[in-house]
């Protein structure tokens, strides 16, 4: 387990494996945001955000509207669920109100693309900002949300602990390593180290920018407390809500 320390703006650090790579997950909350250090190719900066307050960053989320665009507003008019929409709403709210400060322009003036695939070429690889060098990534799960921005390919995860029934619908979809270190646990360990995982392969595939596409095999990212070494990513577990696990990927150089 990480120890993690209360930083002076409430955000949290990890004193040993995310030294490297950040210095502080930062909290956003009802209270606008105020811009910290910006992104390095060495440090990314990473936010959490608890999806189920009513104020994001000093934005009513009930005034959302305003601020998403067109796609935006007609994902969230899919949901059937009040509390889905609004989770989805606050996250994709705070991720423009970030960008928005990071690159000093109203939130609501910031167009979303996708890049292509480097799968199969469409355009639905990593979001990007057409025409800016920011990468950033946004991953919501249950009543929590992270929000990573960074000057090179990043992807950020988190995973609500699976339930047992997850755990054995997945089992045989992982890396056959890792679907050895998690039969060979206590049912009771199982679920903490499959959200881990989940998580690491996740942050690693979003950085790739193919997601999901070539199945769950793929990197092995191990379930164990430490994340395996990924050929072309430096990956790292961020702290976490309680019954939660999130990962950080980035694209090393080539």
């Given at each position: 387990m990480h120890r993690i320390q209360q930083s002076p703006n409430g955000g949290a650090c990890d004193s040993t494996t995310l030294k490297r790579v950040i210095e502080y997950v930062h909290q956003l909350g009802a209270a606008p945001a105020v811009a910290g250090p910006a992104p390095t190719t060495?440090?990314?900066v990473v936010w959490a955000l608890n999806t189920t307050i009513d104020v994001v960053g000093g934005h009513p989320v009930a005034d959302a509207d305003s601020v998403l665009d067109g796609e935006e507003r007609e994902r969230a008019a899919r949901f059937h669920h009040p509390?889905?929409?609004?989770?989805?709403v606050a996250s994709h709210l705070?991720?423009?109100i970030l960008?928005?400060?990071h690159l000093d322009r109203a939130p609501r003036t910031i167009r979303l693309g996708r890049e292509d695939c480097p799968c199969c070429g469409a355009p639905h690889g990593r979001p990007n900002i057409p025409g800016n060098p920011l990468h950033f990534s946004l991953s919501h799960s249950g009543d929590h949300a992270y929000i990573a921005l960074a000057t090179t390919p990043?992807?950020?995860d988190i995973e609500e602990?699976?339930?047992?029934?997850?755990?054995?619908?997945?089992l045989h979809l992982?890396?056959?390593t890792e679907t050895q270190e998690l039969t060979a646990l206590p049912a009771e360990r199982r679920t903490t180290a499959l959200a881990r995982c989940w998580a690491r392969k996740e942050a690693c595939l979003k950085a790739a920018g193919t997601g999901l596409a070539n199945g769950l095999a793929d990197p092995y990212v191990s379930t164990l407390p430490r994340p395996s070494a990924v050929p072309g990513h430096y990956l790292t577990d961020l702290p976490a809500p309680a019954d939660y696990a999130a990962a950080l990927a980035t694209l090393l150089p080539a």
């Open positions: 060495a440090t990314p509390g889905l929409a609004h989770r989805y705070a991720l423009r960008l928005g400060i990043v992807g950020v602990h699976p339930t047992p029934q997850t755990i054995t619908d997945v992982l890396h056959p």
